[in-house]
């Protein structure tokens, strides 16, 4: 890969690991166990993105359509989540996020914003600025290089092929 070393790969690795961990300790924290991160997930995904049928939502999760159809059961179960018929086609049926999901999504949220931001003011400034200025970069080569295409909400727009 050019311009890229080793340092950097690890770096981002390690940040990753950080990012993963601060939230899992707030889906633990916020649902004691009700909601596993692959839930959550799936949760987010629905209150963040909209409704969408289950086989989007697996492809989304980089499940399986058997693997997502229990875990959406298990969300309906638990109220978090509910099914609907697509008012176009019957044989499809929508899934989207109840207010009690959209609540635990809120507080996930909130929770990850603040532990970042504590986490934030430990840089020096020059740093911060740093990030500030190329993180934009970094969410482009995301949303450029996701297989689903699913970019995270506030991602910059893919240029059009023809432009890349």
Same mark, same amino acid.
């Given at each position: 890969m050019p311009g890229s070393s080793e340092e950097l790969l690890d770096?981002?690795?390690e940040v990753s690991r950080h990012l993963l961990r601060l939230m899992t300790q707030c889906v633990d924290?916020?649902?004691e166990g009700e909601v596993s991160v692959t839930q959550y %997930?799936?949760?987010?995904?629905?209150?963040?993105?909209?409704?969408?049928?289950?086989?989007?939502l697996a492809e989304e999760l980089v499940v399986g359509r058997p693997a997502a159809t229990k875990l959406v059961d298990r969300l309906v179960r638990r109220g978090l989540i509910k099914r609907r018929k697509h008012p176009?086609?019957?044989?499809?049926?929508?899934?989207e996020v109840t207010e009690?999901?959209?609540?635990?999504? %809120?507080?996930?949220?909130?929770? %990850? %914003?603040?532990?970042l931001a504590r986490v934030l003011t430990e840089l020096e400034p020059g740093a911060r600025e740093a990030?500030?200025?190329?993180?934009?970069?970094?969410?482009e080569a995301f949303a450029?290089?996701?297989?689903?295409?699913?970019r995270a909400p506030g991602? #910059?727009?893919?240029?059009?092929? #023809?432009?890349?």
């Open positions: 770096a981002m690795t924290q916020l649902t %997930r799936a949760l987010a995904a629905l209150a963040l993105r909209g409704p969408r049928n289950a086989s989007v176009a086609d019957r044989r499809q049926v929508i899934l009690r999901g959209r609540e635990i999504v %809120r507080g996930v949220q909130q929770c %990850r %914003r603040r532990r990030l500030t200025r190329d993180m934009p970069a970094l969410l450029l290089s996701s297989p689903s295409g699913v991602a #910059a727009k893919p240029a059009p092929a #023809a432009v890349r």
